[in-house]
């Protein structure tokens, strides 16, 4: 822990990408990136708020069109925030 912040990962190279896993569908994680050296540890990046994926809504009812020999479903997609579909 580093203050009321946890520490996710740590590396003495240089280490520009972290993949956060494990987490819970829906909840919101509030990341911050800082850099360490032999004198100590940054500033804290500015926060970034990422809710973590979850399964998408329900879709409304397709509407039907049938005829003899077939049946024809239509639907509405629905819109994917900005963060990829959550």
Do not use: R
């Amino acid at each position: 822990m580093l203050g009321n912040l946890e520490v996710l990962a740590e590396t003495t190279t240089n280490f520009l990408t972290y993949t956060a896993t494990g987490l819970d569908g829906g909840t919101e994680y509030t990341f911050y990136v800082a850099a360490k050296n032999f004198v100590g540890i940054g500033a804290n990046s500015p926060p970034l708020v990422q809710l973590a994926a979850s399964v998408p809504d329900q879709p409304q009812a397709p509407t039907v069109t049938a005829t003899y020999n077939s049946v024809s479903l239509s639907w509405s997609a629905l819109v994917a925030p900005a963060n990829g579909g959550v």
